[in-house]
């Protein structure tokens, strides 16, 4: 089932911070008139997963993004021209996703903020490059998504390579030699993991049981592959899905006496599973596991965790009576870079845009947001997490890279 959304009802609550209302309302076209009111919309297709097992992340990100288009609008929108969000559900589905895509591009939205699960990103990529809008994708980041060399995409989340790497380093740290790495079959999983064992690899350490495994992301059965890391005498386990089934296998992983207090592995999760239905998911069971995440999103790392970014969280939570998650501020961000890059080359048409993303520096609530060539976030810092007592805090020490 295809779904589409507009929320136009008004913020209460409002960003009341002069850091964060500078990034937006710097990038609008003056005060509000009676000239905006007679332009018509920008229309900017929001494509996520509003139903499955993300629903809650999908929504978490429109939130943002909707706060930060309520600010762009209240001065004044884009040169007179005021958002409007169009919401499409992709499910995290591949099929759902291209359905998503040609329903927006149809309605003539003139660009994309959207994108939550690699695998429902990837095959709208060429669908949205054939429109020649751009793509800002402000939580998919998958490193696949940016070899394709469509000059239209933005990775708002630095790259999940960084992922692999960080696990790297950390298996490295506790001298952990035997790793044994599972995915859950998409195609951000697969990525992830296989740049796991290469970093893993290359650092001196052994992906055992031949090398990385796979699970199918409707499975809830650990079983199988619980045996055979028992059996391969693995102490180190880096899981690359996402968070529903991060919180049963670390469940089962607990209850095999694989981790926990008479565990011998540590168990380690990628960005995907970092959201607090992995914690109340896996309860007491996810004490003691880690989690690698670029340090822009975690919340608790070395960048976040600003005025800018306590107050965002502030608003959030009186708007929508709830905390964000992990990627909320990179859905405010990423309209944020719409609307600057807009600025910047005095245009809102598509293709002058995508110029101007590719030429964009600007600090937002997730840091320092530029782009190479390809579309990647560039300055990308990774964090180590912890989880403790029920909390992600951060991992001490934390791993070199």
């Known amino acids: 089932m295809i779904i589409t959304k507009f929320k136009a009802r008004i913020l209460t609550s409002g960003l009341l911070v002069a850091t964060m209302l500078t990034v937006v309302a710097g990038a609008s076209g003056g005060p509000a008139s009676a000239t905006a009111k007679k332009s018509p919309p920008y229309l900017v297709g929001v494509p996520m997963p509003m139903t499955g097992a993300e629903a809650q992340a999908g929504t978490q ?3 943002a993004e909707l706060m930060a288009v309520q600010q762009v609008n209240k001065h004044g929108g884009i040169f007179g021209h005021p958002i409007k969000l169009l919401e499409q559900d992709d499910a995290c589905d591949a099929g759902t996703a291209v359905n998503a895509a ?7 939205v003139q660009a994309i903020v959207g994108g939550y699960c690699s695998g429902a990103t990837l095959p709208v990529e060429p669908i949205i490059a054939r429109a020649g809008i751009p793509y800002v994708m ?3 980041n998958s490193p696949e998504l940016t070899t394709g060399g469509y000059k239209n995409v933005f990775l708002i989340d630095p790259s999940g390579s960084g992922d692999g790497a960080e696990a790297a380093a950390f298996f490295k740290q506790q001298g952990i030699t035997k790793v044994f790495i599972i995915d859950d079959q998409s195609s951000f999983g697969v990525a992830i993991a296989n740049a796991a064992a290469a970093d893993i690899t290359k650092d001196g350490g052994t992906v055992v049981a031949g090398g990385v495994q796979s699970i199918p992301a409707t499975s809830n059965d650990f079983s199988a592959v619980i045996s055979q890391i028992k059996n391969s005498g693995a102490t180190g386990i880096y899981w690359s899905g996402y968070f529903s089934q ?10 095999a006496n694989v981790i926990g207090p008479n565990g011998t592995a540590k168990f380690v999760v990628a960005d995907g599973s970092v959201d607090a239905t992995y914690l109340s998911g896996a309860g007491a069971a996810a ?5 690698t995440i670029a340090a822009l999103a975690s919340g608790v790392g070395n960048v976040l965790n600003t005025h800018a970014d306590q107050a965002f969280n502030v608003a959030y939570h009186k708007e929508f009576k709830s905390a964000p998650g992990p990627y909320s501020t990179f859905g405010y961000d990423a309209i944020t870079a719409l609307v600057l890059a807009a600025r910047h080359v ?9 110029a101007g993303l590719r030429s964009l520096h600007f600090n937002g609530l997730t840091g320092k947001v530029s782009f ?14 912890e989880v403790v007592n029920g909390q992600y805090t951060l991992a001490n020490p934390q791993p070199k890279l």
């Open 246 to 255: 991060a919180a049963q296998f670390a469940t089962q992983l607990n209850a």
């Open 138 to 140: 402000p939580a998919a």
């Open 372 to 385: 190479d060539k390809t579309g990647n976030r560039l300055g990308a810092v990774m964090d180590l997490l």
């Open 102 to 108: 040609n329903k927006l591009i149809s309605e003539g």
């Open 61 to 63: 990100i429109f939130n």
């Open 346 to 354: 005095k245009s809102i048409k598509p293709g002058r845009v995508i």
């Open 287 to 291: 004490n003691g596991t880690y989690a």
